[in-house]
């Protein structure tokens, strides 16, 4: 089994103030792998500084094959084409002046990508197919409900083809019968070999797929095991009780 990710001694944070503290921790390709906790437990921050936005503060971080540690430049392959990632949609939507089409197809642009592949077109209706929302090609992404947002972003993260997935809330604005449809997507993605690293408050209908739940607490790790949250309504513990991650705004 080959590691798809591996932090050791990693901090990061905002503008100097630490959020993640000495994380240690290890997903092999794969896994499809849970991180849970409070508000401003540091869950995005740990995805942000994965996809590289957050610069390292000490440590080491292995992504697919690319290493980098805090002040050097990336040793290995880049994986950035091979990650998928749907951030908060809430954090991610504003001000954004896209048609669907075109906020899908810059899934397929980043670095080494400048243009958009011939094929891009048949991509982007695949991927919004998958999500139910083909139907909205052309329509304004900011005209699109929360539910409806949601569902594009994670067309556009699906629209690569990645070989890692990290979602950020993605269980976020969606009703029951879309959040069941992620659910099969997911399937679909992990049967292929596709690693999946989920932020979650509630696993939901997701936690057949989870694999392990991953607990940060003020930027630690204090759990790293079986699921203990089972079900939205079954879950209990005071982070249940908070709304999404907002470490910037803390920071």
């Known amino acids: 089994m080959h590691t798809a990710i591996a932090l050791q001694d990693v901090e990061a944070g905002y503008r100097g103030h630490v959020v993640l503290h000495d994380l240690t921790l290890k997903i092999d390709e794969g896994e499809c792998v849970a991180i849970t906790g409070n508000n401003g437990s540091g869950k995005s921050t740990l995805i942000k500084t994965l996809i590289g936005t957050l610069p390292l503060m000490n ?9 980098w540690e805090a002040g050097k430049k990336p040793t290995g392959p880049q994986p950035g084409y091979n990650i998928g990632y749907v951030p908060q949609r809430l954090a991610s939507a504003g001000g954004i002046e896209s048609t669907v089409s075109e906020m899908v197809a810059s899934g397929l642009l980043g670095s080494g990508h400048l243009r958009l592949p011939s094929n891009w077109r048949k991509r982007v209706q695949e991927a919004l197919q998958q999500v139910g929302m083909l139907h909205r090609l052309r329509e304004p992404f900011q005209d699109l409900s929360g539910g409806q947002q ?5 067309a556009r993260a699906l629209v690569r083809n990645p070989s890692l997935l990290l979602l950020d809330e993605p269980l976020s604005g969606l009703d029951e019968h879309n959040r069941i449809r992620l659910k099969e997507i997911l399937q679909e993605s992990l049967a292929a070999g596709c690693t999946v690293v989920l932020v979650l408050h509630e696993l939901g209908e997701l936690r057949p797929l989870i694999e392990r739940e991953v607990r940060i607490a003020a930027g630690h790790i204090t759990h790293d095991g079986p699921c203990t949250h089972t079900h939205h309504g079954d879950e209990t513990g005071p982070w249940w009780d908070h709304d999404e991650d907002n470490e910037g705004a803390r920071a």
Do not use: A, K
Not at 150 to 154: D, E, G, T
């Open 150 to 154: 949601q569902r594009v972003l994670i």
């Open 59 to 67: 440590g080491t971080v292995s992504i697919l094959g690319s290493t």
